[in-house]
């Protein structure tokens, strides 16, 4: 398997500016999730998807966030206008869950984001 | 109380001994836990997975569930260079994804 894929590492973008990070999911896997890390705050879970329905973006920091997940093997997180404090890493990983019991989450290699 | 503390550390071993890395919990209905490893500019790599207390062992890495203390940890022995990552604890909330993670505790191997 290819493992989650996160075509894009390095996103410079200006203030102001849309950004939309994008990932691919492990096949099979009905989880998945946005996180974002920085040192001050580390690993922050953003939102999440089951069967690419979300479950949860409480979350995400602002409006100015938003993902979707139009099919089972593809997602996006968009940042509309971008902010020079979104500057961060984001990842995305699955995980095939199961009923009362949390199954191993799989990470990309992760967007590092940089906002000037 | 946080959810998953863990020592920030960082955690300096000489090459060859055994690094201990600790990590305690909040909720008593956690059923699954994690320990992933993190090179420095790279993504969490799961590492290790245990469900019921006792140990579970993989090659030189070592879980260790306690669940009436609330605590998990991981021992890595014959520690080596490349071990120097940070560790990340995780586990989930009641039996329900997603996941809670720990701050990691930062691993040092000293040649």
């Known amino acids: 398997d290819a493992g989650v894929i996160q075509s894009t590492r390095h996103e410079v973008t200006e203030m102001g500016q849309e950004v939309t990070l994008r990932c691919k999911p492990i096949?099979?896997?009905?989880?998945l999730f946005w996180y974002r890390q920085t040192m001050m705050r580390g690993l922050e879970l953003l939102i999440y998807f089951n069967n690419n329905v979300p479950i949860d973006d409480s979350g995400m920091p602002e409006d100015r966030f938003s993902a979707k997940m139009p099919n089972a093997s593809f997602s996006t997180l968009k940042i509309q206008p971008s902010e020079p404090r979104d500057s961060a890493v984001y990842f995305c990983?699955?995980?095939?869950?199961?009923?009362?019991?949390?199954?191993?989450?799989?990470f990309g290699p992760g967007t590092r984001l940089t906002v000037t | 109380q946080k959810e998953v503390e863990q020592n920030s550390g960082p955690l300096s071993v000489p090459e060859g001994a055994i690094a201990s890395l600790n990590c305690t919990y909040s909720d008593r209905g956690s059923q699954s836990f994690f320990w992933y490893r993190q090179y420095s500019g790279k993504s969490p790599e799961l590492i290790m997975s245990?469900?019921?207390?006792g140990d579970k062992e993989d090659g030189r890495f070592t879980a260790q569930l306690n669940k009436a203390s609330q605590y998990v940890s991981l021992l890595i022995r014959d520690s080596q260079p490349s071990d120097s990552a940070t560790y990340l604890c995780a586990l989930d909330h009641s039996g329900n994804t997603p996941l809670v993670f720990g701050k990691g505790t930062r691993l040092s191997v000293i040649a």
């Open positions: 245990i469900y019921s207390n």
């Open positions: 096949s099979g896997h009905d989880y």
């Open positions: 990983a699955s995980s095939f869950g199961g009923a009362g019991r949390s199954y191993e989450q799989y």
